[in-house]
């Protein structure tokens, strides 16, 4: 477990950035043992704290400027999705010349980074085990991910005994997080998906058993470890196999994060109930079929539609029962920017975003007009 991350560390590197948010991991004691860790391994490192959520630029670029500094070629996360995704910056930035920001809108290709290796502290982005990084630039408050498999960390230690600490309400951010991937998967246009279907299904009511079980107890930890490994299945391509999925609300959600500074599955809560709203008739079979094993609900045979909205509504009473809104206003967002977040998502209109159905910056307006 993190006690032993310096041996891990070992076989990788013996001169490493920690890096780090705003403070948690020094309150509970585990910086202070994987500092001893790596000491023990003989692990030189420096320590960069900072991330916020919704990770900035700028953090990651006094990364990159330390690894350069002092020749560092590991970067041990520790923390959630922010944390791990600044390090991927770093990874990126400190293997290459130049702007690391240029990879996360286009610009270059990625050839090289230096590994990443994380401690998790709380099962939610799925970021300990995907190829993803997504950091927000301040100039334009853009906020970009991007994908490379030079990003998949090397190691991840996941102990669920990490996520006791947290705040209630970032448990069900993380739980919708999880919930949102497996979502975001499930809704595809890829045909004979069958047994995927199924893994996926049985994720999902993974996640909507367990979340509750933790939110209603923050130290049962058996709860969390199911929550943990679903969190991480979710996340790391398994789930993938012979399909393509939408992404099309976690873009949506993107805008909202990176405007409004809001927390990631808070901002999924409002927007995944809305899209599925919109698209409902893409595929009224894939929206029943998901309603009737995912959330029980009875068909009607006579009444397709009636039974894909009863999938919605369950879900929506779902995010309601763990403590989540699920309209702009429960973010405390308003109307006045629909427009403008429309357009950043479509890049001016000049992109489509989700592949289930694919969202002009005019239908992104109006999932956005269905979450107020
Ligand atoms: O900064 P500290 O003090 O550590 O506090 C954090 C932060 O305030 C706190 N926290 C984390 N672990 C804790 C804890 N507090 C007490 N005890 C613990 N054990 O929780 C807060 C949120 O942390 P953060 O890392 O921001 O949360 P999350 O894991 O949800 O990450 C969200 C970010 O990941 C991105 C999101 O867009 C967002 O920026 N995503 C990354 C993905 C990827 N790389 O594959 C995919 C996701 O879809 C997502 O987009
Ligand atoms: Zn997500």
Known sequence: MENDVGAEVARHSRRILVHFGGGSIKTTGLYDRVAASL?????????????????????????????????????LAIGGGSAIDSSKAIAMGAANDGEVWD??????????????????TFPAAGSEAST???????????????????????????NPELAFTLPKFQ????????????????????????????????????????????IANMTDYDAWAELMWAGTIAHNNLL????????????????????YDVAHGAGLAVVFPAWMKHVLHHDLDRFVQWSVRVWNVELDIFDKEATARAG??????????????????????????????????TDGDKRRIGNFV??????????????A
Not at 64 to 71: A, G, P
Not at 177 to 203: G, K, P, Q
Not at 315 to 331: D, Q, R, Y
Request: with cysteine; net charge positive.
């Open 171 to 214: 448990a069900a951010c993380g739980a919708t997080d999880i919930l949102s991937h497996l979502m975001e998967r499930y809704f595809t246009n890829s045909r004979h998906v069958a047994f995927v279907d199924r893994l996926l299904e049985a994720t999902m009511k993974t996640v909507i058993a367990q979340g509750p079980r933790v």
């Open 358 to 371: 694919k969202l002009d910056a005019a239908q992104v307006a109006q999932v956005l007009k269905l979450a």
């Open 132 to 158: 993803a990084s997504v950091v927000t630039n301040e100039e334009g408050w853009l906020k970009r991910g991007f994908n490379s498999e030079l990003l998949y960390p090397k190691f991840s230690i996941l």
């Open 103 to 120: 990879f996360y809108v286009g610009k270059r290709e990625l050839t090289r980074a230096l590994p990443v290796g994380t401690v998790l």
């Open 312 to 345: 919605v509504a369950r879900l929506e009473a779902f995010l309601h029962s763990i403590g989540l809104g699920t309209t702009l206003a429960s973010l405390g967002v308003g109307t006045d920017r629909i427009d403008e977040m429309a357009r950043k998502a």
């Open 39 to 75: 000491n023990k391994a003989g692990v030189e490192f420096k320590a960069l704290g900072g991330v916020k959520p919704n990770p900035r630029l700028s953090l990651a670029h006094e990364g990159v400027r330390l690894c350069r500094d002092n020749k560092l070629d590991f970067v």
């Open 240 to 259: 993938n196999t012979g399909r393509v999925g939408d992404w099309g609300s976690h873009d949506i959600e993107h805008e909202i994060s990176g405007i």
